[in-house]
């Protein structure tokens, strides 16, 4: 039987007068800070608008109201796109939530016709010749629903698009109390995910969380995940843990540094382990063996494969 935290209802209201609400994408490229609610309530139809709420151009920015709410649908678009609810990019620091920030909900919809989408609740991405972005998330309870109807979908993502870098990496970091994540596609075959952490990219997980998804954990190259480190939250997994080789963009290994620490009664992981690589194009002996995962089953927890 699936264990249920107590986040999986969550609704939000800013409705103070002092309220930031938006219709239209932002884009932060000078320090920024907010200490009032925040309401965004965006559909889009145009390539210009892929990301609601985006930290840019080495800025930091700190959103430190007591609700975020951001409701991102792509509808009726014609093509192939990435649409993205919260990013962190090309060196900037975004501080999502603090001490008084109750709530924050993201809801991330791709309904258009054209296949291979991608719908993104939030991620911290480098890329190119760009600095590594920070993104911090603070609540006390986090709430991500993302959806693509005819691509992939996914929870939280962070990528570093490097191999082998000394230099800085791009970091998610989520300190929320409670975190519900829910990724779901309506192509079949492995296009749902929770959790995404590609190229080098560090992402931890601190506080009780719960995932729901086909894969609730996608990781290679390199990058970093810790879920629950220190083994004093309750976590609760739903789908597979996936590494996966993509010939079509990074071709890294599927190796990558993941733990996951089940402890507690109420902590269960159902679902199993397993390789995936895309178009049927196996990645080389070389980049095919996983050696960095770490699951620790504790105090009464349950993986149920």
Not at 64 to 92: K, L, Q
């Amino acid at each position: 039987m699936k264990r249920k935290l107590i986040i999986t209802s969550i609704i939000l209201a800013a409705t103070s007068v002092n309220a930031q609400t938006y219709t239209g994408p932002i884009q932060w490229t000078g320090d920024t800070t907010i200490d009032t609610p925040i309401s965004a309530l965006i559909d889009t139809h145009t390539s210009a608008n892929r990301i609601a709420l985006l930290a840019n151009s080495r800025a930091t920015v700190n959103l430190m109201g007591p609700s975020i709410e951001v409701t991102f649908s792509a509808s009726e678009y014609g093509a192939a796109n990435t649409f993205v609810g919260i990013r962190a990019t090309d060196g900037a620091t975004l501080n999502l939530g603090g001490d008084e920030t109750k709530n924050i909900n993201v809801s991330v919809s791709e309904n258009g016709p054209a296949l291979d989408s991608i719908a993104i609740g939030i991620n911290a991405i480098r890329s190119g010749g760009q600095s590594a972005p920070e993104l911090f998330v603070s609540a006390e309870n986090l709430v991500v629903n993302v959806h693509s109807e005819d691509g992939s979908a996914y929870g939280i993502q962070v990528g570093n698009a490097t191999v082998g870098s000394s230099d800085k990496k791009a970091t998610l970091v989520i300190n929320a109390k409670n975190t519900l994540i829910n990724a779901t596609s309506g192509r079949e075959g492995g296009y749902a995910h929770g959790i995404v952490a590609f190229s080098e990219g560090q992402l931890a997980i601190n506080g009780n969380l719960e995932v729901n998804s086909e894969k609730v954990i996608c990781a290679r190259g390199d990058a970093v995940i810790r879920i629950n480190e220190s083994g004093t939250n309750t976590v609760v997994l739903n789908g597979d843990i996936d590494f996966n080789y993509s010939d079509d963009s990074s071709k890294t290994k599927i190796d990558a540094d993941v733990l996951v620490n089940l402890t507690g009664a109420s902590s269960q992981w159902t679902g199993n382990v397993q390789r995936s690589h895309d178009n049927h194009k196996e990645p080389t002996a070389d980049k095919a063996q996983v050696t960095g995962f770490k699951l620790i089953v504790a105090d009464n927890a349950q993986w149920n494969p």
